[in-house]
């Protein structure tokens, strides 16, 4: 199962990509849970991630993200603008399964 952490200022305005990328990730058979946190949870729930994803408006801190991630061995990277601005569930899954193969 893979294990894919969505960082928002809020952990509301992602509610919907993580829906989408739910979707996405049954239709094509595949186990995942997908969850949304604020940026101020998202620290502490690295640990049961593979991979972490984080809002446009988060772009500021992918640097500190990828620092505490690294205890984890897992990748950070900023959710593509255009797939969080259109709720593209199937973007933004394979943008974090790219990163999980990545690690």
């Not at 998202?42 to 408006?57: H, R, S, T, W, Y």
């Not at 640097?63 to 709720?87: H, L, R, S």
């Amino acid at each position: 199962m893979k294990k894919i952490l969505l960082a928002c200022s809020s952990g509301m305005s992602t509610s919907l990509l993580v829906t989408k990328m739910e979707e996405y990730a049954k239709s094509i058979g595949e186990d995942a849970k997908i969850w949304a946190v604020g940026q101020d949870q998202a620290k502490k729930e690295m640990e049961n991630a593979d991979v972490v994803l984080i809002g446009p408006q988060m772009s500021f801190l992918k640097g500190e993200f990828q620092k505490e991630a690294q205890k984890y061995n897992i990748n950070v990277d900023v959710i593509d603008m255009m797939a969080y601005g259109m709720a593209d569930g199937k973007k933004a899954y394979e943008q974090a399964n790219k990163l999980i193969g990545d690690k």
